[in-house]
């Protein structure tokens, strides 16, 4: 065995371990399934304390997800993890009916599932896994069977509807900027931007932006929207004149 480790069996030798019962950050209820990632972390679900817990590769505490409940980002007794290339995690959040999917840090990515018997629907899912593709492997334990998924890299659509390109207007202007966005599986928000400048968002279909005192000048205006899987488009420019009243 290496130096600093114990041979246990033939071939086999003890590194280290860590962990005790409890809640506390570090300790563990039903500890279940584990993943790690190309950094060596270690991610590890801790299933009836209802969260995600992650390490380093030697065992010291680096952070942790948890909220019991049916909300976005919470969980109900998941069972299994894994981590794709780009360092996300998904979570098999079994008594939910669901996956999630969540960043290295445990920032809510997005999720898909509900409990029922049709395709992309689910019945207690155990384990998820992800290959080299990003493709996506659930075991939708309860339905008896194995669901593929596919990234979804599809861009959506954007379009700055109103007003019209080479539109004037007088100073000081208000006006309000109409965007039309859609995506085969969702839009989660859309962003203005004036001469490249971030000046506002709206996550509401329809997707609308008001100015206010637009002073003399002429503006460019693009927008940008985001599907739930945070493929991104940025529209064609529109151009408009603010001038002064003559």
């Not at 860590?18 to 506390?24: E, L, Y």
């Not at 360092?87 to 840090?105: E, M």
């Not at 932006?209 to 420019?237: F, R």
Request: aromatic share 10%; hydrophobic share 35%; net charge negative.
């Amino acid at each position: 065995c290496p130096a600093g480790t114990t041979q246990v069996v033939s071939g086999v030798c003890f590194v280290t371990k860590w962990g005790s019962q409890g809640t506390a950050d570090g300790q563990f209820e039903i500890p279940w399934g584990i993943a790690v990632d190309s950094s060596n972390n270690v991610f590890v679900v801790d299933t009836d304390n209802h969260r995600i817990q992650k390490f380093t590769n030697n065992g010291d505490f680096s952070g942790t997800w948890r909220s019991l409940g049916t909300s976005t980002g919470q969980f109900q007794y998941p069972l299994g993890v894994a981590v794709d290339r780009s360092g996300n995690v998904f979570v098999a959040d079994t008594a939910n009916h669901r996956i999630q999917k969540f960043t290295n840090s445990g920032t809510f990515v997005t999720k898909w599932g509900s409990q029922g018997t049709a395709d992309g629907q689910f019945s207690s899912p155990v384990d998820v896994v992800v290959d080299m593709s990003g493709n996506v492997f659930v075991v939708d334990n309860d339905n008896f069977r194995i669901q593929k998924f596919v990234a979804d890299t599809i861009p959506p659509t954007v379009t700055i509807t109103s007003p019209s390109n080479g539109s004037t207007f007088i100073a000081p202007a208000t006006e309000t900027i109409n965007v039309n966005a859609t995506d085969n599986l969702g839009i989660k928000q859309i962003e203005l931007y004036v001469n490249n400048k971030l000046s506002g968002s709206d996550k509401s279909y329809p997707y609308s932006i008001t100015l206010t005192n637009i002073p003399i000048g002429v503006y460019n205006l693009t927008a940008k929207a985001y599907d739930i899987a945070d493929n991104t488009k940025t529209s064609i420019p529109v151009t408009v004149n603010i001038s002064a009243r003559k």
